[in-house]
């Protein structure tokens, strides 16, 4: 499980002092104007303090987690049609993949966040959409025939040839199939460069 702040000196201390903190600091975060400066602090030493609550039980949090998400999932907590923060999807209503450790999304930098969620729109179109639905036959992507195919043919060529092809054809429609098209181009690209990092 990925942290966000160091480990304190309390990390492994005795977990009713550590849930005790807790609620203190969720009492200083009461005590602060909302949206303030020292509100948005005191909600990061909320954060901090779950984090060393939760450090040396990860196998327990991860077990936890799955157990909420699936809870949650049940009761309609989700937004349709999936779980949507890069880390767990869902199909027919139902968690379908619950990857640990990697719980928490990379760090986006200020300015780049426009570009993060195009790329997340492309890999939410292979996992979720119309890549999953036509092509992925219920596999890992590293084993549908996007991936196969080329290591067939020894050559990336026809996945660079598919992203171009889509491209040109984007062209034609309107906005919102020209945007699905594209986002379909990058995940050629995607593939093309898996290929290139696993060539011999």
Not at 176 to 189: C, K, P, Q, S, T
């Amino acid at each position: 499980m990925k942290y966000n702040f160091p480990a304190t000196r309390f990390v492994g201390g005795p977990l009713s002092k550590q849930v005790e903190h807790f609620i203190s600091e969720v009492n200083e975060i009461r005590n602060e104007p909302m949206y303030s400066d020292a509100w948005w602090d005191e909600v990061a030493d909320l954060k901090h303090s779950l984090e060393t609550l939760t450090r040396g039980h990860e196998e327990e949090m991860k077990a936890a987690m799955m157990r909420v998400i699936h809870k949650n999932t049940t009761r309609g907590y989700y937004r349709a049609p999936d779980v949507s923060d890069g880390d767990y999807t869902m199909e027919h209503g139902k968690v379908v993949h619950l990857p640990v450790p990697n719980l928490l999304r990379r760090t986006v930098c200020q300015g780049y966040e426009p570009l993060s969620r195009v790329l997340d729109d492309a890999l939410d179109q292979a996992q979720n959409g119309k890549g999953s639905e036509r092509h992925g036959q219920g596999l890992p992507f590293k084993d549908q025939p996007i991936m196969n195919i080329p290591k067939l043919q020894n050559s990336d060529i026809g996945l660079m040839y598919q992203a171009i092809k889509k491209l040109q054809e984007s062209q034609r429609m309107d906005k919102d199939a020209a945007v699905r098209e594209r986002l379909g181009a990058i995940n050629y690209i995607a593939a093309s460069i898996l290929f290139l990092e696993n060539e011999s």
